[in-house]
């Protein structure tokens, strides 16, 4: 029969222990015991988030594909998080993006995508960007992770490439916008033109900062045929698009998915209740479901 082991933190650690005594630490995921004068720390592997199948991905052809969604509770002014697959393809615009939202304004647009020397970036239009991550290959995939903290000036961007922290974007004034504009996945909503080509799969919202260890957690936990389920990862997961592998994706004649066929729409697969539920799904414009392809 399972033993369940008695819980602390890393602030409120017994004052009197007896040796042998042992604990897990809920707020650093460590497993302590006391040897008799100090306490020894046993540093988590990193969580393992349970699969799920996954056999499709959303192709943008670079030209006039792009996805949208218009649902102001995935506004995303400040501590947010964005992931997502994506595997870019040749001839593409400088500074697309794979998710873009904002006011088209100084300041108040915002990227999650490319800078034009092939690094994976936040892009704060007129305020500032980072360009020192590396340079990524065509035709490759990789997992990106996108995490905002702070507002104004004190703003913090991180951006993380296959599990590890790619760069720190910081020194930026961010702008609130009053409107919201909706969100294009795979198209810049500033210019209009710089059309993502390539895939995305499986991408998520949360409406707060996922850790360091978090982002690892869910690189580590994929396999190649199965996703990570990202309810599995925070409690503030707001909307996921699994890009044609959700219960109710369609194509665009309403039917069930499959390899090249238009997409129809791409529902919210999260089961949060509250902010981002139906109306966050997302609809396709000439892009085309894809097997994800290794």
């Known amino acids: 029969m399972p033993t369940t082991?008695?819980?602390?933190?890393?602030?409120?650690?017994?004052?009197?222990?007896?040796?042998?005594?042992?604990?897990?630490?809920?707020?650093?995921?460590?497993?302590?015991?006391?040897?008799?004068?100090?306490?020894?720390t046993y540093e988590s592997d990193e969580a393992r988030y349970p699969e799920i199948s996954n056999s499709l991905s959303a192709f943008f052809d670079g030209t006039d594909d792009s996805l949208s969604a218009n649902d102001s509770s995935l506004s995303l002014q400040t501590d947010f998080s964005i992931a997502c697959w994506f595997n870019r393809g040749s001839g593409v615009a400088s500074w697309d993006a794979l998710v873009?939202?904002?006011?088209?304004?100084?300041?108040?647009?915002?990227?999650?995508?490319?800078?034009?020397?092939?690094?994976?970036?936040?892009?704060?239009?007129?305020?500032?960007?980072?360009?020192?991550?590396?340079?990524?290959?065509?035709?490759?995939?990789?997992?990106?992770?996108?995490?905002?903290?702070?507002?104004?000036?004190?703003?913090?961007?991180?951006?993380?490439?296959?599990?590890?922290?790619?760069?720190?974007?910081t020194g930026f004034a961010l702008l609130d916008y009053s409107t919201y504009g909706g969100h294009l996945f795979g198209r810049s909503t500033y210019g209009g033109s710089e059309y993502y080509n390539g895939h995305i799969d499986e991408l998520g919202i949360w409406n707060s900062v996922l850790t360091a260890t978090d982002v690892g957690s869910i690189y580590n936990s994929y396999s190649t045929s199965d996703a990570v389920n990202l309810n599995s990862v925070s409690d503030n997961l707001v909307a996921w698009y699994r890009m044609g592998d959700s219960s109710g994706d369609t194509d665009s004649g309403g039917g069930t998915p499959s390899n090249n066929d238009v997409i129809g729409t791409v529902v919210n697969a999260s089961t949060v209740s509250g902010s981002g539920g139906s109306n966050a799904n997302i609809t396709g414009s000439n892009s085309t479901y894809s097997t994800t392809i290794s």
């Open 100 to 169: 873009s939202w904002g006011s088209a304004s100084s300041g108040r647009y915002r990227a999650f995508g490319f800078s034009n020397t092939n690094r994976l970036t936040f892009n704060a239009f007129g305020m500032g960007y980072d360009n020192s991550g590396q340079i990524l290959s065509n035709s490759i995939w990789y997992h990106g992770v996108l995490t905002l903290s702070g507002t104004g000036s004190s703003a913090v961007a991180k951006v993380y490439v296959n599990g590890n922290l790619d760069s720190t974007v």
């Open 5 to 40: 082991i008695p819980t602390t933190t890393s602030t409120t650690r017994p004052g009197s222990p007896s040796t042998g005594d042992a604990y897990f630490e809920t707020d650093t995921k460590d497993y302590i015991i006391y040897d008799g004068s100090n306490w020894r």
